[in-house]
């Protein structure tokens, strides 16, 4: 995407919806004023514009397509991943989208009741992906790194007061399942987040970053279910039968 001084921030969002979020982080106002070009907001109020095309960018490049190689990846580094691109994106994008439900609640709930259902439920994901990832990150990840520090090593690996790591695998792959249910039931209420005609510029953003948010929370959960969590079975297996 290119960010010239005379674009205005209402294109920018058009163009590509992701945008929003850092817009949306330095007080940028692209709904009612998003007619403003980007040197007017960032002179008005005192943003340097380099900084802030460079986070723009930053972040659609970030959000790019993961490389199809993850499957090949070591445990550690898929871990890593997963809670540096992941977690972080769910740290980040929450907030501000807990921001934009609350207006339109406010704007539009009283002709669009089911914005005060979608509300509700994506507050009780945020709250419960943020336990979810914490056990991930306190307890779960740990292991997983120890396991591929022990494949790599040939030294034993420190057993877990868990028991196995199939015991935590199952308690993540239960949450997944109730997020996933969660936003079906968002969708089912929304059309599949299909903007209304009479629906405003941030209404229009909302839901392409809800749709984002579902996606981004597929991939997170097809990189553990399917890839880190089976992986790391096998290997705690294969580790212990070799040091008996």
């Known amino acids: ?12 969002v058009a163009e ?21 070009s980007v040197q007017e907001v960032c002179e008005k109020k005192n943003i340097d514009q380099g900084k802030l095309a460079e986070d723009i960018t930053t972040l659609l490049a970030r959000d790019a397509k993961e490389g199809e190689d993850a499957i ?74 120890n396991l591929a520090k022990s494949e790599r090593s040939g030294e034993p690996f ?16 239960e949450d997944h399942n109730a997020e996933g249910e969660r936003f079906e039931r968002m969708g089912a209420v929304s059309d599949g987040f299909t903007t209304p005609a009479d629906g405003c510029a941030t209404y229009a953003a909302a839901f392409s970053m809800l749709r984002e948010f579902e996606t981004d929370l597929h991939r997170h959960i097809h990189l553990e279910n399917n890839i880190m969590f089976p992986r790391a079975i096998a290997l705690e297996k294969r580790l212990a039968h070799a040091a008996n």
Request: some cysteine.
């Open 1 to 12: 995407m290119k960010i010239t001084p005379e674009r205005t921030v209402g294109s920018i």
């Open 16 to 36: 590509d919806y992701r945008a929003a979020a850092v817009l949306t982080k330095y007080g940028i106002d692209f709904c009612c004023k998003g007619g403003r």
């Open 72 to 145: 090949n990846w070591p445990l550690d580094q898929l871990a890593d991943h997963v809670e540096t691109v992941h977690h972080r994106y769910v740290q980040e994008r929450g907030p501000i989208l807990q921001q934009y439900l609350a207006k339109l609640c406010k704007v539009h709930g009283d002709r669009h009741p089911e914005l005060f259902t979608i509300n509700d439920e994506f507050n009780a994901c945020v709250g419960a992906m943020a336990v979810h990832m914490k056990k991930e990150e306190l307890m779960l990840f740990p292991f997983v790194r």
């Open 158 to 173: 420190k057993k877990p007061h868990f028991g196995t790591v199939e015991n935590p695998v199952h308690m993540m792959m």
